[in-house]
């Protein structure tokens, strides 16, 4: 959500650290995210779940970083969806917690428990050691408060302290998320 809402509001198109070889992927750009699947220079930002990667993904590097949490109880199985059908808008009829599918899920949300530890403790390690400016967001908050939660982000990617009031920038926010 807050990656269109960014390229509605800058009109910059953001691509990702996949190529179009998964299903996933192409839907995304079928979504009308232009730059999904570009991996190189072409686009200034990139969605990436770096250092969760695949072995044929190109290494992630940034100048800065813009990280979006999300509460576990809903991004692990919109995950395990993704995952077992490959596409970003189906599900299983079944309960997750019945069988068949309760031993798949039970052992898929294990692995994601640890890989998600693993990815937060990584990015809060590069946010204390400073060496590039890391902006965190809660993906809730920008569903209760996409407005301001797109001006502190505008803020944090422009460099600007103060506030973005009288700017372009603020009507832009203004249109998009008003």
Known sequence: MMRKL??????IATGSDMCLRHLA???LQLAAFKGEGLTDDRCWIKKCHFPLCLPFQPQHDSDIAVICTRNP???SPS???????????IKFKEDLTKEPIWAYWKDFQARCAQMWNQWHAYW???AEEGNIPVYFFR??????????EMEKLMKFIAGVDG????????????????
């Open 25 to 27: 992927n192409l839907s």
């Open 124 to 126: 809060i390690a590069r």
């Open 79 to 89: 995950f395990f969806y993704i995952m077992w059908t490959q596409t970003h808008n």
């Open 139 to 148: 993906f809730e908050d920008v569903l209760a408060d996409k407005k301001n």
């Open 163 to 178: 506030g973005i009031e009288g700017t372009v920038l603020e009507e832009r926010v203004n249109e998009v998320c008003g």
């Open 6 to 11: 960014f390229e509605n509001t800058t009109g």
């Open 73 to 75: 109880f809903d991004v």
